[in-house]
């Protein structure tokens, strides 16, 4: 298995409430990328990075921003979080860009916003 | 529509049945990926493929561009199948199915 961590696993907030998530990779990978998972939605992308410092936005990334200051940690953060937002987040590497080749998921991380 | 459709979107079987997963697509691609994600949550590739067939175990996928399908097939299902399986599209970008629901029993 790929080296992808996630963390937390589970978390509860409330509204209003800057939430972060993390994402930490032992492969060395240049891409990595942040993906929410909801019901009748295949995953969808929120943002991604392909170098340290270097991120763009994805097809969903409205309310969200992202830091890459290290090759191995790609962070998550929901400023302000809403109920809209309650969604199993997955973090993914990937040696190519995506569209090229094979991506490694983590664990998710489940986040309910009351 | 959705560009990338799978169907069934629920499907259940006896232990050792065959089973068909199926994947369209309505983008151009240069390839495209299986991936299974276990009732825990956790997301593992199973195949990429841009053309014909592979296969890895009771597993086997086939792809057709010129129609914009894949399949995946499991022989000889078995209760530790019981996952959703998820196809996705790569191309410019990856897009990704809604997923197929498999419940084996024994």
């Known amino acids: 298995d790929a080296g992808i961590t996630q963390s937390p696993r589970h978390k509860v907030t409330e509204t209003g409430t800057p939430v972060t998530l993390r994402c930490h990779q032992t492969e060395n990978h240049r891409y990595m990328y942040w993906y929410r998972q909801d019901p009748g939605h295949g995953l969808r992308l929120i943002h991604y990075s392909y170098g340290v410092k270097d991120t763009d936005k994805g097809e969903v990334s409205d309310g969200y921003s992202v830091s890459r200051s290290k090759t191995e940690d790609f962070l998550l953060t929901l400023e302000s979080a809403t109920s809209s937002q309650t969604s199993v987040y997955f973090c993914?590497?990937?040696?190519?860009?995506?569209?090229?080749?094979?991506?490694?998921f983590g664990p998710g991380t489940r986040l309910t916003v009351l | 529509k959705n560009e990338v459709e799978q169907s069934p979107q629920n499907l259940t079987a006896q232990e050792g049945e065959f089973i068909t997963i199926n994947c369209s697509y309505s983008?151009?691609?240069?390839?495209l990926h299986w991936l299974q994600q276990h009732p825990g949550g956790g997301i593992v590739s199973l195949f990429m493929l841009s053309s014909g067939k592979k296969k890895h175990g009771r597993l086997i996928a086939t792809i057709n561009i010129q129609e914009k399908h894949s399949s995946l097939h499991i022989t000889a299902s078995h209760p530790r199948d019981s996952a959703v399986y998820i196809c996705?599209?790569?191309?410019?970008?990856?897009?990704f199915g809604t997923g197929t629901r498999l419940q084996v029993f024994p």
């Open positions: 993914a590497i990937s040696e190519l860009r995506q569209g090229s080749g094979e991506q490694f």
């Open positions: 996705a599209t790569i191309g410019d970008k990856l897009i």
């Open positions: 983008v151009g691609i240069s390839a």
